[in-house]
Nanobody, 121 residues
Framework: QVQLVESGGGLVQAGGSLRLSCAASGRIFSINAMGWYRQAPGKQRELVANIISGGNTNYADSVKGRFTISRDNAKNTVYLQMNSLKPEDTAVYYC???????????????WGQGTQVTVSS
C-alpha cells in the first residue's frame, strides 16, 4: 500500500522559513502529480502548490513569491520551501500525491497525515 510521510513542520516566527518534505513509498507504478494543501480551523482545505510530472507548477495567490515547490523524482519526494512566513500561513499542511499503482494500473489520490505549521507574530 502507498504511504506518504511528511516532515518539517513546526513553530517559527513571522518572517522565518520552514521546509516541508513528503516521501511516497510502497507499490508505485508512476506519480502523476504531487502537491501541498493546508487547512486552518474553520476554513476549507485549500491548494497551496502542486507540481506535475513534467515540472509545471501551480501556486495559490497568497503564497506566490514566498513558497517554492520542488520534486526529487529519484526519491519520490516533494518539498515545499516556505520563506517570509506570515501568521496567516498557520495551518495543518497535507501532502497529496496522484499515484498509479501496478497490476491494476489504477490511479487515485493519496494523502499524508498532516503536519502543523504555526507562525507566531
Amino acid at each position: 500500500q502507498v504511504q506518504l510521510v511528511e516532515s518539517g513542520g513546526g513553530l517559527v516566527q513571522a518572517g522565518g522559513s520552514l521546509r516541508l518534505s513528503c516521501a511516497a513509498s510502497g507499490r508505485i507504478f508512476s506519480i502523476n502529480a504531487m502537491g501541498w494543501y493546508r487547512q486552518a480551523p474553520g476554513k476549507q482545505r485549500e491548494l497551496v502548490a502542486n507540481i506535475i510530472s513534467g515540472g509545471n507548477t501551480n501556486y495559490a495567490d497568497s503564497v506566490k513569491g514566498r513558497f517554492t515547490i520542488s520534486r526529487d523524482n529519484a526519491k519520490n519526494t516533494v518539498y515545499l520551501q516556505m520563506n517570509s512566513l506570515k501568521p496567516e500561513d498557520t495551518a495543518v499542511y497535507y501532502c497529496n500525491s496522484r499515484i498509479t499503482t501496478p497490476q491494476t494500473l489504477s490511479t487515485r489520490d493519496y494523502w499524508g497525515q498532516g503536519t502543523q505549521v504555526t507562525v507566531s507574530s
